[in-house]
């Protein structure tokens, strides 16, 4: 078997040594580097550049629907609470407007092969509204024939109306928030979600020809241990949905509010999060599923899989894809796009986001043009992260550069890394080996120019 996909080799010792703020390279500049210098002007300049190319790349479009009914306390998503189902008729209406206003753009012919409606919680919103939003897609945008279209599902929040349209509509994938079946570990995050509600919805997803499954879990929330936690790995491998991810506890209680809601002295200590992880690896890998990359494991026939092999595999804002080289077009309050040499943010605050499409215009307050340098790196970058291999020849004829001479400090920096046995520096390429496949942020960071600059990691989450 390639190492590349071998099972991560899990060393608590390596793991806490290189334990240690940094991005997660959903993009590259990360999001901190984004700025109001670039605005909705400079976003309008690039779509347009990008749309009069002879060959346009394929579009991908992302939709936040971002209303919960209560909250979770460990949430750190961009979500607005409430209880009034009406909001969403409002909010459809504005995101049916900030498409007029983008469709306009568009070279026509484009196909859009990905789309994905995430949250918050998209069947906050009633199913009659979400089929006028998808009608409002299907008028304006061309689907390519299989395109990936998919959802997020808060089992406690979905009807059988909801399921039922999106199937009918063609969506193939569902994403269903889980996160752990404790009742303990519920009731201290305050989302109460039975097992047997969420697995009876499973169920009725498979059973209405879903093509893929995915659910979300976390590790490092109140009174988790590794006891109670192999509990809920050992119920999901069971159920056996396609894809998994496990994302690391974000515990920024400084920052969000509502997570002070979590009793400080219930959250599991660095050593027993690092036991959690462990067990999480080696429970997964050993029924079978693959680790993909950063919290994301996947069965073996999953197109996930195929990619990383074949070495086509894309991570972005929604993490690991394998629509790579995609224009995606981010739609929606807070949502973020990356179109051609740009990335680009809408406004955060549902009322700022609305009167801004009001008026026809678009909604994008703050982004970032991407320099040769930073194309570049994101290339690199994103081949480390989603490939765990790097053919220097491949940069070198990309961007006409000489490897060694370009990233002759970020290679001195991998040495100790390779001496510990988390890379191999080849002279033809660098790889990732598998006692380095759960420290790969720490592998990338020295290919990243604005960390160099000092100081900013602290802006990040740990490494675990
Ligand atoms: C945007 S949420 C949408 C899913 C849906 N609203 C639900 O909760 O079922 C996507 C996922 O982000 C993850 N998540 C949310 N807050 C997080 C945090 N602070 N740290 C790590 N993961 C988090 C959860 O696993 C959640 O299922
Ligand atoms: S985790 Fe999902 S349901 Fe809970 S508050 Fe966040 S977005 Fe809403």
Known sequence: MSERWAPPVFDKEKILKYDRPGPRYTSYPTAPYFHEGFGAAAYAAEVDRTNALENPAPLSLYFHLPFCRSVCYFCGCNVTFTKDRTLGDVYVDHVLLEMDALASRMKPGRKVVQIHWGGGTPTFIPAPTLRRLWEGIRARFDLAPGAEVGVELDPRAVTEEHLVLFREAGFNRISMGIQDYDPEV????????????????????????????????????????????????????????????????????????????????????????????????????????????????????????????????????????????????????????????????????LKAYQDAVH?????????????????????????????????????????????????????????PMQADGLVSLHDDRIEVRPLGRLLVRNIAMPFDAYLRRGGEAKRFSRTV
Do not use: W
């Open 359 to 415: 008026g026809g215009g678009l909604a994008v307050f703050r982004g970032v043009a991407l320099s040769d340098d930073d194309v570049m790196r994101r290339d690199v970058i994103t081949r480390l992260m989603c490939h765990f291999v790097l053919y220097k020849a491949e940069i070198e004829r990309e961007y006409g550069i000489g490897f060694d001479a370009t990233f002759g400090e970020a290679l001195r920096e991998l040495a």
């Open 186 to 349: 519920q009731k201290a995050v305050h989302r109460i979600q039975p097992q047997e509600m969420t697995e009876g919805i499973l169920r009725r997803c498979r059973d209405l020809g879903f093509e893929s499954i995915n659910v979300d879990l976390i590790y490092g929330l109140p009174y988790q241990t590794t006891a109670r936690f192999a509990q809920t790995v050992d119920k999901i491998i069971a159920s056996g949905p396609d894809r998994i991810a496990v994302f690391n506890f974000a515990y920024l209680p400084d920052l969000i509010g509502h997570q002070r809601a979590i009793p400080k002295e219930a959250m599991p200590s660095p050593a027993e999060k690092l036991s959690i992880l462990e067990m999480v690896v080696e429970k997964f890998t050993g029924a079978g599923y693959v680790y993909i990359g950063m919290d994301h494991f996947a069965k073996p026939g999953d197109e996930l899989c195929v990619a990383l092999k074949e070495r086509t595999l894309y991570r972005n804002f929604q993490g690991y894809t394998t629509k790579a080289g995609c224009d995606l077009y981010g739609v929606g309050v807070t949502s973020i796009g990356q179109v051609g040499r740009c990335y680009a943010q809408n406004r955060k605050e």
